[in-house]
């Protein structure tokens, strides 16, 4: 991202949709209030979700330098916090991509297997 991390892009953003959003005036459409109710919903929940992401903590085996590591990482502390009982879920599906790294599915497969068998 040109000019910024991540982080510092994100942060901008709801900045500019909290903007929008106290541009809402009791003469709003009931879209306009339904969107900016839906919205700080939204963000509420989010950062909630964040805390217990944060609480849970990352493993050491799950390298972050690459995309994969970092999705693999998010992957382990979505089910620590599900097994842990800090998420409260039944089931879950997990998707990650994997950009050219199809010879390497082997390495995949393990860290897959210690994530299953690590909790349950």
Request: overall charge neutral.
């Amino acid at each position: 991202m040109a000019g910024g991390t991540a982080t510092s892009e994100a942060d901008n953003l709801v900045r500019i949709m909290k903007e929008m959003n106290e541009q809402n005036s009791n003469h709003s459409s009931i879209h306009a209030n339904l969107w900016s109710q839906t919205f700080l919903d939204s963000q509420e929940r989010s950062e909630r979700y964040l805390e217990i992401l944060d609480k849970v903590g990352s493993s050491n085996l799950i390298p972050d330098k690459t995309r994969l590591g970092q999705q693999l990482g998010m992957t382990y502390r979505m089910i620590k916090a599900a097994a842990t009982g800090q998420r409260s879920v039944n089931r879950d599906v997990f998707a990650v991509e994997m950009v050219s790294a199809y010879g390497a599915y082997h390495i995949f497969l393990n860290i897959v297997k210690y994530l299953i068998s690590s909790f349950f």
